[in-house]
């Protein structure tokens, strides 16, 4: 019937099955136009023909009696297409019908004839139809007359892709967009096949009717394969009127030229007949006299040019593209819960639900934040003098540690979890920003360093995440063995290996490339006091240690300082790179 039918092993294609949205095997869906359906039924051959059938659109084939042939042959004129009837005994449009419509829908219009209906005697005894076999009818631009016909008991596929392949066309049709124009004259791919396009240049409406019928019927008594009969409206086609027939067009007048198409770029050689076209036999037998000596000399045609893409006549306007775009979707949906479907809809309901959650949750605990600031901000009258400085200084205390709403920065920790996504298998151009930190530490530092970088936020090449330097301290000590006089290198016969402090050192790691940055943490008051007292009273890495539980919780901030001109430096590529082979893992 022409459907073409595929088996996927999902084991070995897993990533096409999910994409597919097959979860689970056995599975059965159809894929049409982009749009896939599942079949849910039991696997029999009427419950299968059924599911094709309903994979097809609705609108493609036309019931056709008495009282609407007539209608619907004459739409050739507006659709420019040629129009098809099929004849049979069969209440339903039989499904072979249906496909044969939906690969063609694009050139022909279909319709459908039940002949044990009384309301189409007129039609089969006027088209001559015999009852006992299905009878296929293709009419052009004549809707008394079939252009072609074709009957067979048994309408097998080649049959009707053969019937209908060889009338794709009408005898002369419109070029409308640059499809059709590429089909209809098509380009010359040797000396054998020329093809060449005899086109009428006219205007259209009721003045120009006779002009076009007499070319209609001089391309009706000249159907030859080398020779293809078209007509253009000159004032749709301006590009092409102006490039065949020159810049002096008058209105009211009809011309011919015949060309051929040399290559897929635009490039044609012409030659336009100096007589206004006007349908008379003068103008039939100097066309005539033309084709016969162009079959003898292809050079006749000597004047070449450049032609632009036709315009699309038959696009629709933007507003009726995005309708149909939005009936289309909203249909898909509405048959997916008719179907039950809600492995296919959950990622649709997901974001739906997701969005009401985001939006709602934003508008309470704006509502909360704002109520609360302004409790926070209104002091009471009632209160003392002395009460109320307390307050206040209460107040600016609860301001100052308060991270700002618009100072919001995320930082997530860098942890075996995510490691390979946020650092080894980071894009080309990126940088994770990672802070040293411990649990005693972590609160502290991570409002300052959020303080710190909140400017640079902005990039989107760069990530920030922190590092418990009580969980990886062996994966630090490997990084900063690259750094040169980075610190110092921590050995086993080094009794203060565990007491080094690294908190606050900032590590900018970049992934792709393999080399990171470092920033460190800037000593405090009180810790150069004690490195002064630890170099008078003990020597080698006892300052060290005293360094390291000297720093007060007062002034863990303080290492932070400075961090931003390092991220200015940073950005600037002004940084000195430690390279390394690789990346450790991080456990």
């Not at 059938?53 to 040629?82: A, C, H, M």
């Not at 240049?201 to 030859?224: D, H, Q």
């Not at 985001?358 to 909360?368: P, S």
């Amino acid at each position: 019937l022409g459907v073409g039918i595929g088996v996927v092993h999902a084991g070995y294609e897993r990533r096409l099955a999910h994409h597919l949205g097959a979860h689970s095997t056995p599975s059965i869906l159809g894929v049409i136009n982009g749009k896939i359906s599942f079949f849910h039924n039991a696997v029999l051959r009427e419950n299968l023909r059924h599911f094709v059938e309903s994979l097809l659109p609705g609108n493609l084939v036309d019931k056709i009696t008495d009282k609407n042939y007539i209608r619907f042959l004459s739409n050739w004129q507006q659709e420019n297409k040629p129009h098809v009837l099929l004849f049979d005994q069969m209440p339903p449009v039989p499904l072979i019908y249906k496909l044969t419509a939906f690969a063609y829908k694009d050139y022909l219009s279909f319709g459908y004839v039940d002949l044990g209906q009384r309301e189409t005697e007129q039609m089969s005894s006027q088209y001559n139809i015999n009852m006992y076999a299905p009878t296929m009818l293709v009419f052009k631009e004549h809707i008394h007359k079939p252009a072609d016909v074709v009957q067979a008991r048994g309408m097998k596929k080649q049959v009707i892709d053969d019937f209908i392949s060889t009338n794709k066309f009408l005898l002369a049709a419109r070029l409308t967009n640059q499809k059709l124009f590429q089909e209809l004259c098509p380009v010359r791919k040797s000396h054998r096949q020329r093809k060449y396009c005899v086109v009428l240049l006219t205007g259209e409406g009721e003045p120009f009717k006779k002009t076009y019928e007499s070319f209609l019927a001089f391309a009706s008594a000249n159907t030859k394969d080398t020779v293809r009969f078209v007509h253009v409206f000159k004032e749709r086609q301006r590009e092409l009127a102006s490039s065949l027939l020159g810049e002096d067009i008058k209105p009211g007048d009809s011309h011919v030229a015949i060309l051929e198409r040399r290559n897929s770029a635009g490039r044609i050689v012409y030659k336009s007949l100096a007589s206004v076209w006007s349908g008379s036999e003068e103008n039939k037998f100097t066309l005539l006299d033309f084709l016969d000596r162009l079959r003898k000399d292809p050079s006749l045609l000597s004047t070449e040019s450049i032609l632009s893409d036709l315009n699309d006549e038959l696009a629709p306007v933007f507003f009726l593209r995005w309708f149909y775009t939005a009936v289309d979707y909203w249909s898909d949906v509405w048959e997916s819960a008719l179907h039950n479907n809600w492995r296919e809809m959950m990622p649709l309901l997901s974001l739906i639900f997701s969005a009401l959650f985001i939006l709602f949750g934003t508008v309470i605990v704006q509502a909360f934040s704002d109520s609360s600031d302004e409790r926070d901000s209104v002091p009471s009258d009632k209160e003392e003098p002395g009460d109320k400085e307390k307050s206040s200084e209460a107040n600016f205390t609860k301001e100052s540690t308060r991270v700002p709403k618009k100072g919001f920065v995320e930082v997530t920790e860098l942890t075996d979890v995510n490691y390979m996504s946020n650092l080894v298998r980071l894009r080309p151009g990126h940088m994770n920003v990672v802070l040293i930190l411990s649990s005693s530490t972590k609160a502290s530092l991570l409002q300052r360093f959020a303080q710190e970088v909140y400017t640079f936020t902005g990039s989107s090449s760069l990530h920030f995440s922190f590092l418990n330097l009580d969980k990886h301290r062996e994966w630090l000590e490997y990084l900063l063995e690259f750094a040169q006089d980075a610190a110092p290198i921590a050995y086993q016969y080094d009794e203060h290996f565990l007491e080094r402090d690294y908190t606050g050192y900032v590590l900018a790691l970049n992934g792709h490339k393999k080399y990171f940055c470092l920033f460190k943490a800037q000593p405090t008051l009180e810790d150069e006091k004690l490195s002064d007292e630890g170099e008078l009273c003990s020597p080698s890495g006892d300052s060290l240690r005293k360094i390291s539980l000297g720093s007060g919780a007062g002034n863990i901030k303080k290492k932070l300082n400075k961090l931003s001109l390092w991220m200015e430096r940073l950005l600037e590529g002004s940084l000195q790179r430690f390279y390394i082979p690789s990346w450790p893992s991080l456990d």
